[in-house]
């Protein structure tokens, strides 16, 4: 059985600090791993995508993938009240048609301003 | 506008009454999916299309049928609902089969009294 474990949280930040996501998959062949947003009551969106080791930045987001050891991360530089959500880590298996997409069951994130 | 569609975006029904929520895309995308969301369990992936009468399960098919007869559109059907597809469910749609754009509709909550 293919896992995606995330910490529920909720992960309390003040407004203005580094949040850090992490999650941890159980799958050595994966290959492509995705962060997503999810603001109560809406849909997921998707924000982060990294495929190879070391860091992808874009703007205030930060993905940290690190394969040996399973885990990837999400780092969100001088939070804001804004980024308050669920962040749901997700996990693709070898790049071929129908495998499918694990999720994690999120990370609760609050930014108190 | 590029956008998933899905209807109706709430439904209480009752055990046993044939449902269909339906799915529409406007970006010409192949592949298409439907996912439930739970309390505790995250986001599961229930069946997805990957072109025109072609569909395959995921990973809780049980209860669910699809079709997808036109690009566009991928249904979802209930024919006998229970209890437990009590649910949000979201449809997704991506260009190709690696997720690195994939989009949701904005979700339908399911309760089967």
Known sequence: ?113 | EAQVTQNPRYLITVTGKKLTVTCSQNMNHEYMSWYRQDPGLGLRQIYYSMNVEVTDKGDVPEGYKVSRKEKRNFPLILESPSPNQTSLYFCASRKGFTYNEQFFGPGTRLTVL
Do not use: H
Request: with cysteine; charged share 20%; hydrophobic share 30%.
């Open chain 1, 1 to 113: 059985q293919k896992e995606v474990e995330q910490n529920s949280g909720p992960l309390s930040v003040p407004e203005g600090a580094i949040a850090s996501l992490n999650c941890t998959y159980s799958d050595r062949g994966s290959q492509s791993f995705f962060w997503y947003r999810q603001y109560s009551g809406k849909s997921p969106e998707l924000i982060m995508s990294i495929y190879s080791n070391g860091d992808k930045e874009d703007g205030r987001f930060t993905a940290q993938l690190n394969k040996a050891s399973q885990y990837v991360s999400l780092l969100i530089r001088d939070s804001q009240p804004s980024d308050s959500a669920t962040y749901l880590c997700a996990v693709k298996g070898p790049n071929q048609a129908g495998t499918a997409l694990i999720f994690g069951k999120g990370t609760t994130l609050s930014v108190s301003s």
